[in-house]
């Protein structure tokens, strides 16, 4: 996954949260396209459109205003363009049954938001050094779930 230049996706309709992980973004040294979305609509029309670039990761809050986190990732899954996407579920909820549902719909990664800019900064640097074909092939809860 880790290429010379990484294609981020954030879709997130916290402002605080979107400024606090883009200011984490800039302080990890990898180079990076960072692109954020206010809200699930937003982000699935922008990835649709077949003439924009698809990103390595997206990085998907669950609990968004006019198209939730679990829509968009169910849409992703279902799309032929779309279903390769390695998606990090982002998200304040901890809650067992958010967990599974994003699980069992295709999610490659959970992460609980932190309020910690030192542990943030390295969650993001741990989710662009995992080995995604390990995770997408080999798909248990053990390593679904990231905890810091």
């Known amino acids: 996954m880790l290429h010379t230049h990484l294609h981020i996706m954030l879709a997130d309709d916290d402002e605080d949260d ?13 180079k990076y396209t960072l692109t954020t979305f206010n809200d699930g609509v937003s982000l ?42 390695s998606v990090a579920i982002y998200s304040t909820s901890s ?22 800019f030192t542990e943030l900064k390295k969650i993001i640097s741990d989710v662009i050094h995992i080995n995604w074909q390990y995770i997408t092939d080999g798909l248990n809860k053990d390593s679904f779930i990231l905890n810091f």
């Open 44 to 85: 699935m029309n922008h990835l649709v459109v077949k003439e924009n670039p698809l990103p390595d990761i997206i990085f998907l809050d669950l609990n968004m205003p006019r198209k939730s986190g679990m829509e968009c990732l169910k849409e992703i899954r279902n799309s032929e363009r779309l279903k390769n996407i």
């Open 18 to 30: 979107r400024l606090f992980f883009t200011e984490a973004f800039e302080e990890v040294k990898i």
């Open 95 to 116: 809650s067992d049954h958010d967990v599974e549902q994003t699980f069992i719909s295709g999610a490659n990664v959970y992460i609980k938001k932190p309020s910690d």
